[in-house]
T-cell receptor, first 112, second 114 residues
Framework: GESVGLHLPTLSVQEGDNSIINCAYS??????FIWYKQESGKGPQFIID?????DKRQGQRVTVLLNKTVKHLSLQIAATQPGDSAVYFC???????????FGKGTRLHILP | SQTIHQWPATLVQPVGSPLSLECTVE??????LYWYRQAAGRGLQLLFY??????ISSEVPQNLSASRPQDRQFILSSKKLLLSDSGFYLC?????????????FGPGTRLLVL
């Protein structure tokens, strides 16, 4: 999509604070959503997912919130650590579609 | 458990030279396979995907091609590289059918065309 050509926005967070990364998705028919973490020079890594019949899901130090009314997805990271420094991508998928649609990504920068 | 491999990890090639990047998946059968390209500081661009041996779908017209000679092998090729082909190439796999929801990525190949 067009977002592949855009520079990534950056979120700077103090170490120990909570981080909130936001994503607007495009397809109101999407029913499955994923957050990926990509560290420098590596492939994206699956973090957490959520289905459209849920509005919140928690993992270890991470929480994903889904607001279908406004097509908004967020990733919350508790007590941000230096190892959380990465680019975070949201992705959406429609049931039985072979492709997923990636968001533009957000770079999380941790301040000491 | 499933693992995905890509090689080489890094490649420097002159303009006009051919290209072959390989991706293999272990621990699963009949996966969907995907090739993405990522420019520095940019998002992910889907290039090709395959739902089975010999079945290739192209997302973006370009001088690259893909092949799937075996169930768990996916190859990205070019006959003549362009400067604009430089980037980070990622292979991914997913299950098939309803399990195609989540993709898992390989470590990537960084290509520099000079």
């Amino acid at each position: 999509g067009e977002s592949v050509g855009l520079h990534l926005p950056t979120l700077s967070v103090q170490e120990g604070d909570n981080s909130i990364i936001n994503c607007a998705y495009s397809n109101s028919a999407s029913d499955y959503f994923i957050w990926y973490k990509q560290e420098s020079g590596k492939g994206p890594q699956f973090i957490i997912d959520i289905r459209s019949n849920m509005d919140k899901r928690q993992g270890q130090r991470v929480t994903v919130l889904l607001n279908k009314t406004v097509k908004h997805l967020s990733l919350q990271i508790a007590a941000t650590q230096p190892g959380d420094s990465a680019v975070y991508f949201c992705a959406e998928n429609h049931r039985r579609d072979d492709k997923i649609i990636f968001g533009k990504g957000t770079r999380l920068h941790i301040l000491p | 458990s499933q693992t995905i491999h890509q090689w080489p990890a890094t490649l420097v090639q002159p303009v006009g030279s051919p290209l072959s990047l390989e991706c293999t998946v272990e621990g699963t059968s009949n996966p969907n396979l995907y090739w993405y390209r990522q420019a520095a500081g940019r998002g992910l661009q889907l290039l090709f995907y395959s739902v089975g041996i010999g079945q290739i779908s192209s997302e973006v017209p370009q001088n690259l091609s893909a092949s799937r000679p075996q169930d768990r092998q996916f190859i990205l090729s070019s006959k003549k590289l362009l400067l604009s082909d430089s980037g980070f190439y990622l292979c991914a796999w997913s299950g098939s059918g309803a399990a195609a929801e989540t993709q898992y990525f390989g470590p990537g190949t960084r290509l520099l065309v000079l």
